[in-house]
């Protein structure tokens, strides 16, 4: 099969499994709805520079996904399909940059078979559907290794700028662990080899300018800005709070990334069995040449500096499913039909899940029905408020002020504070004694505080509409 032909497969295939039913899958909380919000705030706002979310500055995350969300609102309008646009186009170009890489690595056939493997891979379909910053990461992130290894294994040493270019845009992407993470790859790769001789071609003093200004340029604007309450926020709560402190402390066990990978690389993770029988057979480890080491540390780096760092993320690790997906492949080269086949079955099986399942799961995990109910019984000066688990995505879909109902004592104690993840608690709040006189209100109630709000909340509300697992009461 000619090039033409695998990259025409590749690109169908992306398209159809990470753009299919994306206009119907609702805007999730409590991460989409984050940034879409905040990407739809920086449209209104005409500021794309500083972040902002219910009309704060917002320092959670760097730039380049807000810009990649605010550009599709901008062309498609502000819905779901633009939201889900730039995680799929991502996800398209992290196919064909597997594909690409792996036949210059080893051939055309097991590029093929790479690209299908990542593509059809349960976490890889998932991320480029989801509204967050991982699938963009993984692209840049593993762009960055991509360019430095063709510029290592090469005589074209131009390859190495690639890398500080990409290493820059992860770095605005995700924050300094894409330049850090790659860098820590590359360093234990260079140990392992010991040709530290090829230092002197790879553009250190011109690339670090690369990285410098592609990478570093809106942080020291962010900084002009904003001051330190910026570096204390995103470096210090979002970055360094997060590696040494638990954000879900239920998660940080040792098996939490275990868990993830065979999840995330169903259904190809039945290949771990088959090489280990394949080793146990031959009664000896495979020699391990130059670019199965690099693949191999590529992998082991990652999972390994995730599985230090203190708060644990389903996505983490994500991008380590790349070299996997080459490995993948290389090992199961000889098994055309079988490759194949199990492709088939999965994209029946993705087909089904996006109508089956993240539809009408999305529909439940979203307040978008309930917003639409507020939109209608709202009126000028009405005051809107949330009482017991607050929606962002009711704010996206309603664009409308909703504030977060606390009694007045504990207010202080959830507003945001200096390394601390209060941080995040940047929505309006409004004390729930200060609604006593007033009669102009509607309010969102979760179906697990209903009762606590009929027993807590004085005057009489009367019930107006519901929406999934969301009340809607108008004080009367």
Known sequence: MSTKKHLSIILVLGIYLFFL?????FITDPVESNYALTASEMVQSGNYISPQIYGTYWYDKPIFFYWQLASAFQIFGTNEFAARFWPAVMGILGLLMTYVFTRKLYDAKIGFFAALILGTSFEYWLISKTVITDMSLFV????????????YGSEKKQYYYGAYLFAGLATLTKGPIGFLLPGLIIVFFMLW???????KHMK???????LVLVGGSWYYIMYTIHGTIFLETF??????????VSEHPKDNVWYFYLAMFFIGFFPWVFIIPMALKKIWTQKKWPEIDEKTGFLLI?????????QIVATKYTTYTFPYLLPIAILAARFLAERCKFIMKIVAFNVVFYTVLTFGVAIPYCQQFSAKTAAVIVASAKEPNMIVGSYGDYHTSAVFYGQTQIYRMEKAKNIDTMLPKA????SKNVMPFLAEENLADKKNVLMLVDDDSVDRFKKDMAGNWLLIGQ???EFLFRKQ
Do not use: D, K, P
């Open 21 to 25: 039913g994306n206009q119907g899958i």
């Open 298 to 306: 590529w992998i082991f780096v990652v999972f390994a500096f995730y």
């Open 419 to 422: 390394m601390s993840w209060s």
């Open 204 to 210: 250190l003093l011109s690339g670090s300018l690369i």
């Open 193 to 199: 080899r010991r040709n530290f001789a090829e230092l």
């Open 467 to 469: 929406a999934n697992q």
């Open 235 to 244: 470096l210090g709560i979002h970055n360094f709070l997060r590696a040494t």
């Open 140 to 151: 840049f992130f593993n762009a960055a290794l991509v360019c430095f290894y063709l510029g």
